[in-house]
């Protein structure tokens, strides 16, 4: 029997309409265009504005998306996975109703909470579920409403994040291309670093977390940047090493999308070819979950079958990794 590996057969992606600039931020808060640009790489960012959609809109566009460029039958879907820092409502899964939306009536479905590391980790999972042998078609959605949880009067995060959704489908591959190896990591000790500090089971809202603003995404960001960058570095260089790649048989590094600075230091520690290292910022800002499909959806028509990919996140928890896959197909 040959052996399976699960690989990325289409691709979808979905950012709302409205353009938030740095120049919209200036009348917001006190900061100023050349200060964004010079220490994040950002110049604009999309917002989902109607308040009554969540998340799952910007989820299920992104899926239609990607039924519709490979002509996929949403029935045929077995699995749906969404990784969210941001879901619809605290329970009852984002996913459920993403799959029920798209007409995905034979999946199960469900959530993963991995922060801007949820669609490395979910990529483990697609990969594992289909390398069971017993799913087919699993599609994986990075999305992420930041604009939901951002504070508006707080300069040192509301710069930063933008909303949006990407979406991938994995299926068996019998020529050995897709996911090949992943090195994933958590540290609890860092979440404090990063956190929404009320809504969870240990600080339920109240009057009094809503007076202190606690509902709101708080980032310790010095620290982070260089954690983000020394541990991205390294589990890289691990994987590399153990798949006995040289750095230029690398074709594309998939990163996520927190800081311009963040990519350059890792581009250059890990002395890349300029290029290679692809990046977004400038348009989406940081969209948490959703970065590294919008970067697939942004370049799908650039890969080649056989080319290798090297995804790496750093988010919340502290949660990171890096993943090695080749690509299936020829765009
Ligand atoms: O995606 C999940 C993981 N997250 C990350 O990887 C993010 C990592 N961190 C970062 O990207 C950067 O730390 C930030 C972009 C968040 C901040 O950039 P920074 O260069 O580290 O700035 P800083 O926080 O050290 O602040 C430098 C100065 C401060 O002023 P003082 O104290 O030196 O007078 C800030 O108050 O810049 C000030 N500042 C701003 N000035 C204008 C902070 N935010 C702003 C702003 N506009 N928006």
Redesign the pocket.
Known sequence: MKSITSAITSVGGYVPETVLTNFD?EKM????NE??IS??GIKERRILKDKSLGTSFMAINAANKLLQEKDVDPTSIDLVIVSTATPDMPVSSTASFVATEIGASNAFGYDIQG??SGFLFGMSAACAHICSGRYRKVLLIGADKMSSIVDYED??????FGDGAGAVLFEPNYEGYGLKDEILKVDGNGRNF?KIEAGGSMLPASNQTIENRQHFLQ????P??K??VSYMTEVITKLLKRNSLEKNEIDYVVP????K??LDAIARNLDLAPGKMLTNIEKYG?T?AA?LPLLLWDNRKNFKKNEKLIFT????GFTWGASYLTWAYNS
Do not use: E, M, P, Y
């Open positions: 931020l808060v006190d900061t100023n200060w964004i220490r994040t922060a801007c300069r040192k995060t509301c710069v930063i990063l980032q310790d960001g010095r982070v940047f954690f983000a996520h999308q927190a800081n600075r963040i940081n948490t970065t996140a750093f988010g919340a």
